[in-house]
């Protein structure tokens, strides 16, 4: 029994030891100091998200919303600013009345994205710059046509910071479309999505 007992004591002991130590070390990681934010801290960072995307407009009216999906890579300069490169696809189907399609829309896009590195919870703020189309998948004939489109994308997002190098939220974005086909009654119309991401940073 007594040694049943030391054990116990010398396990509470580490357990209670590693607890301090990892609450330390998450500390030092997580809440960074005011030098953090002029000092350069160059990292690469992979975002991959999941989510739904819907359509404004004439484009709005005539599908329903769909699953879509991005990844975006990107170059921290400071711990609080990055550009990053995204690629993002999705497709949503038509409304009955449409006929039987589908539209995947696929963008690719620049952006600039500021965060706020406070506490395990770090919301960020996006805008940029891109390109996207719009291609219908149909078997029967369809009011629905391609289009291509320059972008402009803006969004927000909160990461919360599993570890050092991951981070799990929520993000959602609005996106802007920028040539005559967005005043198409049927064709027409800007973008938003919504979705759960994941994103792991290495410091370089």
Sequence with gaps: MHSV???????ALLLSAGVASAQQETDRVVMPSASDWTKPQPSADVQVQGGVQGATG???AATVVGPSAQVRVAYGIFQWLSIGANYGIAGQGAERSMGDATVVTQAFFGDVRATAPFGLFRPYAFGGIGYGWNRVRSDA???????DNPLLPVGVGLNFMVSKAVAVGPQAS????????RHDPINGGNYWNAGLSATYQMQL
């Design 5 to 11: 007992t030391t054990s116990s004591l010398a396990l």
């Design 58 to 60: 004439g484009l709005g």
């Design 141 to 147: 004939s369809t009011p629905l046509a391609h289009t």
């Design 174 to 181: 609005y996106t802007q479309t920028l040539s005559s086909s």
